[in-house]
Nanobody, 119 residues
């Protein structure tokens, strides 16, 4: 089993920065995909960024150039540095881990952390 605990959310003004952290308990392999999703009120959950086992990263177009994802396998942690925040970044941010077992993806989610960007 994997449990994920996020931290670092909060209230920030437009143009400000926040750093989200997610620490996993349980076994996390370097082959697992780690990432961040977000869900704004009335909208579907969307991928913000993820980092694959190869080390390659994917970003939503809306955050490219502003957000940076990183991971520390020794600490079972993934981070999201968010700069130049905009009101449209306001959402609950969820940490995600995907473990592949015999070709089947298993998704694990954190409880979410609120990010609010004031205009």
């Amino acid at each position: 089993q994997v449990q994920l605990v996020e931290s670092g959310g909060g209230l920030v003004q437009t143009g400000g920065s926040l750093r989200l952290s997610c620490v996993a308990s349980g076994t996390i392999f370097s082959s697992d995909t780690m990432g961040w999703y977000r869900q704004a009120p009335g909208k579907q959950r969307e991928l913000v960024a993820n980092i694959l086992s190869s080390g390659s990263t994917n970003y939503a177009d809306s955050v490219k150039g502003r957000f940076t994802i990183s991971r520390d396998n020794a600490k079972n942690a993934v981070y999201l540095q968010m700069n130049s925040l905009k009101p449209e970044d306001t959402a609950v941010y969820y940490c995600n881990v995907v473990k592949w077992i015999r070709g089947i993806p298993y998704n694990y989610w954190g409880q979410g952390t609120q990010v609010t960007v004031s205009s």
